[in-house]
């Protein structure tokens, strides 16, 4: 069992950058593979970004197509915390973001329905 708390969001002007954290309990998160969704009014939860272990010491991340050099997911072992920086925000970005987290390794982590923990979200909102 885990337990994860987003925190870090806010309101922000196109172009400026945000850090969302998720702090992770229970097992520590280097047992898991994490994800960031999104999801914005009237649309349905997107994949942003995933982090997964490997061999000892390489970490492996896969993001969205739509947020490639401008997201970038990062952990912290110690503070057992995943990151997510957004830089160069846009309009579009606004969306709640959830943290979410699975003991699979080895499966399409773009896809939400491997993901067995969720947060709550914290809420983005980027105005132009």
């Known amino acids: 069992q885990v337990q994860l708390v987003e925190f870090g969001g806010g309101l922000v002007q196109a172009g400026g950058s945000l850090r969302l954290s998720c702090a992770a309990s229970?097992?520590?998160?280097?047992?898991?593979?994490m994800g960031w969704f999104r999801q914005a009014p009237g649309k349905e939860r997107e994949f942003v970004a995933a982090?997964?272990?490997?061999?000892?010491?390489?970490?492996?991340?896969k993001y969205a197509d739509s947020v490639k050099g401008r997201f970038t997911i990062s952990g912290d072992n110690a503070k057992n915390t995943v990151y997510l920086q957004i830089d160069s925000l846009k309009p579009e970005d606004t969306a709640v973001y959830y943290c979410?987290?699975?003991?699979?390794?080895?499966?399409?982590?773009?896809?939400?329905?491997?993901?067995?923990?969720w947060g709550q979200g914290t809420q983005v909102t980027v105005s132009s």
């Open positions: 979410a987290a699975t003991v699979l390794k080895s499966v399409d982590l773009t896809m939400s329905k491997w993901y067995d923990y």
């Open positions: 229970g097992r520590t998160f280097t047992s898991y593979s």
């Open positions: 982090l997964t272990s490997g061999t000892v010491g390489l970490y492996y991340a």
